[in-house]
């Protein structure tokens, strides 16, 4: 494969000799493990950890590969990549995750060397998307574009993706160990949920820190991270995660799976504990060999340059007139356009949840399609969002009409980003071999509830999250509804959580009740949202109504009284 | 009484198969052999010969019933392997069959 690059402007890490070289050696030893395997060189029990740690799955249907998107940044010549191994390789279609990520589900193991060599020729691999390691690194799909923003977490996302890649301390954790960063305080990076959660800001003089949050996690026993340093300074932001890393280490049990995310040490085995060794391992660590050199800071910080933004008034009139002039359109910009730092410009989500579609699949023909749209209108750069969306950060305000109407015309301009529509699903047992239950079917029974446009808006701000088992790779502690299929004797029920929240302030759900069977548990959705919509009082979020009445009213709505 | 089909996935592309009334592997889940209890076990154990062999991973038996001479899954999770995804018809097994069909 022929090398490409990023185009000037869009805000992605350029690979340099090294990590190319890295990365062609990385594909050459795959091939071979893949050659040895076949020809029974190899058996599964030796092969499975190395394709593990290349992102290969072994699901349902065939092998399914997970590709990192670093943060969730793709410059347009790497979707376009990835269009190209969905048409070539897989069905035409993949699968975005809440991790940023990209899944394909179709995948021939025989094939995996050449999609390999196909990825790195756009700077792409599926390095550390499995297995006990520090997996990608996950941060705001609007950093560098919201006006709210203090420090843009590209940068230190991309040096923690440095760090962390073949760690030779860090690939054999405990367990996997997940990282998310953000650098506004408003957070949308669901930082408490992550074993390590980065809050980045700036002190009264100007200097760049981190807030740091340790041992959130979802899963089976659900945790909020707790903060254990309010204040890490840049140059100690390396030291100071390896000194967390190394305690967890030493210290995460690895006797027991369900026991061995970092939360547990955190939040089980004394936060102050874990505290008191994390500083004598970062006092002990500090110095030369850890600290974060300015000068790499500022040659990361260029790959993230703004784009040459033109000098543009705050006020467009074209979108202000095709606002007035289209009902279609105004609805769109009102759920997918939000404000931009820059001037006469916005950031645009590209919702990937049509009603009673695939939560998160995009076909290769979109991915092209959104591709050409950001070279256009977005200096050739799109943001997977966790929520599995995507966003064009930089859009100018004039282009927001001609933008909508190509979206539109390629099945991308449903108007329901942060609506209750816009839910999130894991693959669930459609795909995932450790499912217990469907998460898709229920989630297209629930947005065709909800399909009616007024409605959704009159809802307002309602997150429903769902996941298929308790691993909750659909978010379900978080949403303000949330769902857990489980398994009862081989037929799937479907169990619901109210109130759970992913900000800085954020909640885990609380059940409601037994489980119900999947057309039940729409119905029950929909009687919690009609109880809401009764109970509310002017300016209340679900959220807000719930903390004021209780859990008590929704649960005599679906149980009765007790 | 209680049937069990043998399944695995192969090697080379990851494909579903069943284990056949040949001890061959077949591809559509209709076809499959259906043991009681006792001869569920020695296939199984004839059926991790073809893992030996890499020819196919991940063996394990799971719950069927015979209908009109076709071998069917009693529980979900077999029901989508062998179908292929309940949301969209035209990829996975499912798809297969319409072709043939067409």
Sequence with gaps: MTYLAPKRHAGVYRYDEIDRQFLNERVAEYRGQVARRLSGALTEDEFKPLRLMNGLYLQLHAYMLRIAIPYGALATHQLRGLARIGRRWDKSYGHFTTRQNLQFHWIRLEDTPEIMAELAAIDMHAIQTSGNCIRNVTTDQFAGAA???????????????????????FTYLPRKFKIAITGSANDRAAIRVHDVGLLAKRNEAGEIGFAVYVGGGLGRTPYLGAKVSDWVGEQDLIAYLEAILRVYNQFGRRDNLYKARIKIL???GGKQKFIDNVEAEFARIRGPKYRLD????????????????????????????AKREDAAFAVWARNSVRDHRAPGYASVTISLKPIGGVTGDITSDQMDIVADLADRYSFGEV????????????????????????????????????????????????????????????????QKRFADQQRQHD???????????????????????GILGVDKKGEEFYQITLGGNAELDGAIGDIVGAALPPDEAVDAVESIVDLYLERRQPGERFLDTLARIGMGPFKEKLYGAA | MELKAITANRLRDGAVVWLGPQGDWVERVELAAAFDDVAAKAALADAERSVTANVVVGVYAFEVEVVDGATKPLRQRERIRAQGPSIRTDVGKQADALDRAA
Aim: proline share 9%.
């Design chain 1, 147 to 169: 006006p709210d923003e203090v420090v843009d977490p590209r940068v230190y996302a991309e040096i923690l993706r440095q760090w962390s890649t073949i760690h030779p301390e």
């Design chain 1, 459 to 481: 809802i307002g701000d309602l997150k429903i999250k769902m996941s298929g088992c308790i691993n909750a790779c659909g978010h379900h502690h978080l949403g303000a509804i």
């Design chain 1, 383 to 446: 943001r997977v969002t966790h929520e599995q969306n995507l966003v064009l950060a930089h859009v100018r305000q004039d282009d927001l009409f001609d933008l909508w109407k190509a979206l539109d015309a390629a099945g991308l301009g449903t108007p329901n980003a942060g609506l209750i529509t816009d839910l999130i699903t894991c693959p669930g047992l459609d795909y995932c071999s450790l499912a217990n239950a469907r998460s898709i079917p229920i989630g297209q029974e629930i």
């Design chain 1, 266 to 268: 955190v939040h089980q």
């Design chain 1, 294 to 321: 300015p000068a790499i800071v500022e040659a990361i910080e260029r790959n993230f340059a703004p784009p040459p933004f033109e000098e543009l008034p705050p006020f467009s009139e074209a979108f202000d007139r």
